[in-house]
């Protein structure tokens, strides 16, 4: 593409096929790359910025979307791993996804590497516009690697192996230099992912607005009305409640979260006061692997040459404290916390590696240290721990706002994934890594069931997936796992499908509601089956109203209540959550629940963003999501170091529940500048809630 031309994608109202010809008439200087009418209406436009710029007053183009920012969604690794985990072990059947049509978007795809080249078909380019999706090299902009790590787990088929390495990869690259992209690219992906025919897309990417009917979302729901299944990373802003982002809030995506595989982790320990600091070592920082003690020293001593330096988190950046440490003499260095909990730091830096360990720990334990440590010599040993099978921390958690879905539906590995990249293999983690762990699956579920729907196919999935347990009683909560680990052999056998399997109640708003959820069972087995609900343990201010036993034809689906009466009153306000258990023979099907009392601690409002209009070089356009009705938000800028209110940036009183948009001029931006922006929700029952972000004004 010519260096002087730009590209773009636009929203356009009415038919993009009859604008496209008006352009062609009337601005032929423009490039019509591509129209889009199956998820979106659209039109890929590509010129000079100065001819783009004439464009603004042409009435069919619709009030523009702020460019949204995506990014993918993956984590550098934080422990040192006793044993990577290969794609290929997920695979317990004969299956390798042969003649299923994979569509990954993401940043492209290294098609070039050995081990994708064989699989390879065909893709698109939604950034440059143009049919060659290669991830971005270094003379575009910061290089990409994470499309080639996504498809290797999915279809890799040379040295490494992936899930299907028999899938046929088609690539659309949506996110450009440095993983980033925009809504619109996001969701022409989709359409030219179903427009050549996709059976499954993979979709690796997100942004922190968790709402249901975000544009993305919209567009995922509609590429599964159309018959192709949809599978999207959770996202990487656990452990907290709420923290989904779309487009894995859409109500038909297949929603995944992480699971962590057992590790052996470091951890420092004090013999005489039996204390015990856990470690998260920072991207870009060697093993911790000790096999000895070593004194413990405040980096800000004279002497911590051969120790492990001990500093706190600041407005140093952690690679200079790491730099200091290691310039110093130090064996390693410990940065502690500022503020409540453990935090996950970086000190990459490709030019001037560091060469020592570098750990975050606790503010607590920083403070432990720091008041064992004066005037005493103290030496700590390095221990290791072997974890178990859990959820990652990082993996977001659900719910859904505004509808109250449950999310994720399932989990699949995400720690430690060793797959291809630009040049070789390397081991990643993230909701990113797990997402192509179910696409594969599901090609090969495809392949075994050429004929079933998208609801059979993803209702096996879930319904056969296995709970994980915190200790041998007690399950990771609902939104937190969905239905549990997937399981390709048993759910390409599986007797039973359940196709809606978890069962959001929604919000209860009165003093006491009945709601009825209809569960879809389909016998999949060649004789009936019968099945029985376990009675759910009496809990104040629950009922339950279950059929307690009933039989399925061989080969027949059938609707069944569960009906759920909740008095609000005898209940705490808040999420409440649990599992029914439904049997057949001698399976068990652990169904999750959830509902909300009232309110509950979700944000109301998040997706604060702004950005110049395109075609304008004077208006800016911004967008809010929020939950809740409200009457007003205001936007205040404060200064981000001392704190101190600057002013009013943004007043709006005509706002509604779901995305809010509007335009600014220039001359209302005021001083450029980093600022602390704080965003308060008038609500309508007279609450006040805020949130803040940080935002930059060029």
Known sequence: MDDKTASVIIEVEGDPSEHKKYLEVYHPYIKVIETYETLFNGIALQATPKRLEKMESLEFIKAIHPVTTYQTQYEPLKENAENAVIPASLNDTKYTGEGVQVAVVDTGIDYEHPDLASNYVAGFDLVDLDDDPMETIQSQGMPTLHGTHVAGIIAANGELKGVAPQADLYAYRALGPGGRGTSVQVIA?????????????????????????????VAVNRAVELGVAVVIANGNNGPGNWTVGSPATAKNALSVGASANPQTVPYLYETLEDKKIKLSQMAGSIPWNFTTDYQIAPLTSKDVKGKIAVT???????????????????????????????????????????????????????????????????????QYEKTKQAIADFSSRGPVTVNWDLKPEVIAPGTNILSTVPGGYQELQGTSMAAPHVTGAMALL?????????????????????????????????NVQGMGKIQPQKAIHTPTIIHNPLLSFEKVKDYKETKTIELTIENNSKQAQAYAFTIPKQQKGLSWKLPQTFTIPKGE??????????????????????????????????????????????????????????????????????????????????????????????????????????????????????????????????GLESYQTVIYIQ
């Open 446 to 478: 495809k392949e075994a069931h050429p004929d079933w729907t998208i609801e059979q196919l993803t209702g096996a999935l879930k319904t056969t997936a296995s709970r994980i347990n915190i200790n041998q009683s007690l399950p990771f909560d609902p």
């Open 312 to 382: 706190q988190r600041g407005k140093i950046p952690f690679y200079k404290k790491a730099k200091m440490a290691e310039d110093a003499g130090a064996i390693a260095v410990l940065i502690s916390n500022n503020e409540t909990g453990i935090f996950q730091g970086s000190v990459q830096n490709v030019e001037k590696p560091v060469q020592i360990p570098v750990a975050a720990i606790s503010k607590q334990d920083g403070e432990w240290l720091e008041k064992y440590t004066t005037n005493k010599t103290v030496y700590m040993e390095t």
């Open 189 to 217: 992906a989709l359409e030219q992912a179903v427009d050549d025919g996709a059976d499954i897309i993979n979709l690796s990417l997100g942004n922190t607005v968790n709402g249901p009917d975000f544009p993305t979302s």
């Open 557 to 686: 689906t059938k609707k069944v209540p569960v009906e759920l009466s909740i008095n609000s009153t005898l209940l705490k306000k808040g999420l409440h959550q649990g599992w029914l258990t439904l049997t057949q023979d001698d399976e068990n099907y652990h169904l999750p629940y959830l509902f909300v009392n009232g309110t509950a601690d979700y944000p109301k409002a998040m997706g604060f963003d702004f950005s110049l209009k395109p075609f304008s070089d004077d208006q800016f356009v911004y967008q809010l999501y929020i939950t809740d009705p409200a009457k007003r938000v205001d936007v205040k800028l404060y200064n981000p170091e001392t704190l101190i209110f600057d002013r009013l940036f943004l007043q709006k009183d005509d706002v509604s529940v779901g995305m809010n948009e509007g335009y600014l001029k220039e001359s209302d931006l005021g001083k450029p500048g980093k600022y602390l922006a704080v965003i308060t929700v008038h609500l309508e029952n007279g």
